[in-house]
């Protein structure tokens, strides 16, 4: 078993100061730092479980990585943090927020000073910057989110793709051939984050496959920035008659807009929310929606990163089927209602 002093030794300090610059305790020089834990993977180091303050073997704690950063819908991120702390506890385990942009630092933090058993990973992007280490560490993971190479990893998520082409498929029933879907803001694409990537192929794809005429619009949250891409809209895709929102701050903002400009929700225009199912329940005129089962991802998460800790086996990836609620935000197009 790899010793504290055999990672001085690699390291060239002493054990105390490997062990301030694991628990941060003291503070350290970055480079110092670096290289304890440049010594710590290289070694296979694991501070031993006393150090993790167990009397089972174990912490009895999970960590959560949930970055809050620009373009993060915080209501939601709460959501997932409460279903993973609720079906923690029942485990009688305790859960770790790792909330700052801090990536790999983070989980390197976490693994090396054994604050935590095992790891709860969100925000997941398709090439996401954390995986390398991830698959590297023996800290078990569970993504919420499914990146374009999970080889190697344990997913989970709502099959954003299909979820995508659910809303199309329901507005090209409805007659509608003039459809676009107003997303995330700008930088969750720029980031490439999982979920929304795939929820716009999903779109696209079915939009193709129905021939109808579509548009991908990304959209900062509030009225003004729903004011400005309903006048875009219109002014781009005039005969727009069919919208599937992912962007649950927009709902009343856009119905709001859009009814100033002419256009009532659903006689004019139809509306389909990518949402929690309360958001689309509560809004305005209450939205026809594929719900975001955070409640289901975050305790399917816990489940498997147990199943993982007891040495079970678990798929490679777990994708929820989504579901469509009417509601009263969709009808058939006009012309459609017309020409019967």
Do not use: W
């Not at 970055?30 to 290289?35: A, F, I, P, S």
């Not at 006393?50 to 993060?72: D, M």
């Not at 069919?242 to 962007?247: A, E, I, M, P």
């Amino acid at each position: 078993m790899v010793k504290i002093t055999d990672v001085a030794r690699r390291a060239g300090v002493s054990p105390s100061t490997v062990s301030y610059a694991l628990s941060g305790k003291r503070p350290i020089s970055d480079e110092t730092r670096r290289r304890v834990r440049a010594a710590v993977r290289e070694l296979g180091y694991r501070a031993p479980a006393r150090a993790r303050g167990t009397a089972r073997g174990g912490s009895r704690v999970l960590a959560l990585a949930v970055p809050v950063r620009s373009g993060v819908h915080v209501p939601v991120v709460t959501q997932f943090a409460v279903s993973v702390v609720t079906a923690a506890r029942a485990h009688d385990h305790d859960v770790l927020l790792l909330t700052q942009e801090e990536g790999e630092e983070g989980i390197e933090r976490v693994a090396e000073t054994g604050a935590a058993d095992a790891l709860v990973v969100m925000d997941v992007q398709l090439q996401d910057p954390r995986l390398p280490l991830l698959r590297s560490l023996p800290l078990p993971s569970v993504l919420i989110g499914v990146p374009a190479e999970p080889d190697g990893l344990t997913c989970v998520d709502l099959d954003f793709g299909a979820a995508g082409e659910l809303c199309v498929e329901h507005l090209a029933r409805l007659g509608h051939r003039t459809v676009a879907l107003v997303g995330s803001p700008p930088e969750v694409y720029v980031r490439r984050t999982a979920f929304a990537r795939r929820l716009v192929q999903g779109f696209t794809a079915a939009a193709d496959r129905h021939r109808l005429a579509s548009a991908v619009y990304p959209c900062e949250a509030g009225r003004e920035a729903a004011r400005a891409i309903a006048e875009r809209l219109l002014r781009e895709q005039p005969s727009l008659t069919g919208l599937v929102v992912h962007n649950e701050p927009l709902l009343d903002p856009l119905i709001d807009a859009f009814e100033q400009l002419g256009l009532r929700t659903p006689e004019d225009l139809s509306l389909v929310a990518v949402c929690p199912a309360p958001v689309a329940a509560s809004a305005r005129v209450p939205a026809t929606s594929v719900a975001v089962p955070s409640t289901e991802l975050g305790t399917r998460a816990v489940h498997l990163l147990l199943r993982k800790l007891s040495g079970a086996p678990v798929p490679e990836a777990t994708l929820l089927p989504p579901r469509l609620t009417e509601r009263a935000s969709t009808a058939p197009r006009a012309e459609a209602r017309t020409e019967r």
